[in-house]
């Protein structure tokens, strides 16, 4: 087994998105969020053994920590600003389904706090305190503590 090192963990500006109580939907009243890490690189992308900082290749490596059912009282970003918000891990009720997708698998994130700082219109930052259970993709399970920017991202309507 191998460690996914703070050296894979560059993260982009992510997307948070709110689903309308009266939506059609299981996420429906909950929120969304999705942070893309900077591409890395690979010898074999189903080989962790290869993985490596930068975008030489010869392949790159794309992926996002998705997560989603986040269930907190607020429907839009200025009801999220300064507030802090702490979670179970699954499966106990109320937690975040979140996973990163590696080596040919959705690999489990446990995320037990989030800390949202001072909301614009349309951002807010976030850190966020998660637990990467990575030993599908053969890789050392491990704690990391995520500096996002998250931009509003509105669903659309029909």
Same mark, same amino acid.
């Given at each position: 087994?191998?460690?996914?090192?703070?050296?894979?963990?560059?993260?982009?500006?992510?997307?948070?998105?709110?689903?309308?109580?009266?939506?059609?939907?299981?996420?429906?009243?909950?929120?969304?969020?999705?942070?893309? /890490?900077?591409?890395?690189?690979?010898?074999?992308?189903?080989? &962790?053994?290869?993985?490596? &900082?930068?975008?030489?290749?010869?392949?790159?490596?794309?992926?996002?920590?998705?997560?989603?059912?986040?269930?907190?009282?607020?429907?839009?970003?200025?009801?999220?600003?300064?507030?802090?918000?702490?979670?179970?891990?699954?499966?106990?009720?109320?937690?975040?389904?979140?996973?990163?997708?590696?080596?040919?698998?959705?690999?489990?994130?446990?995320?037990?706090?989030?800390?949202?700082?001072?909301?614009?219109?349309?951002?807010?930052?976030?850190?966020?305190?998660?637990? /990467?259970?990575?030993?599908?993709?053969?890789?050392?399970?491990?704690?990391?503590?995520?500096?996002?920017? /998250?931009?509003?991202?509105?669903?659309?309507?029909?």
């Amino acid at each position: 087994m191998i460690d996914f090192t703070d050296d894979f963990l560059n993260l982009e500006p992510g997307t948070i998105t709110f689903s309308p109580r009266d939506l059609d939907s299981p996420g429906a009243g909950t929120w969304t969020i999705d942070i893309p /890490l900077a591409p890395f690189s690979a010898d074999n992308e189903y080989a &962790p053994e290869t993985f490596r &900082p930068g975008q030489a290749g010869p392949e790159l490596i794309k992926t996002e920590f998705r997560l989603d059912y986040i269930s907190v009282p607020a429907e839009d970003l200025s009801e999220l600003s300064g507030r802090t918000f702490t979670f179970p891990v699954n499966p106990e009720e109320g937690y975040i389904d979140g996973s990163i997708y590696m080596v040919a698998t959705h690999n489990p994130v446990d995320i037990t706090r989030i800390e949202f700082g001072q909301a614009t219109n349309e951002e807010i930052p976030a850190t966020l305190h998660a637990e /990467l259970i990575l030993e599908t993709a053969e890789m050392n399970d491990r704690t990391a503590v995520l500096e996002a920017t /998250l931009r509003l991202r509105q669903l659309a309507t029909s």
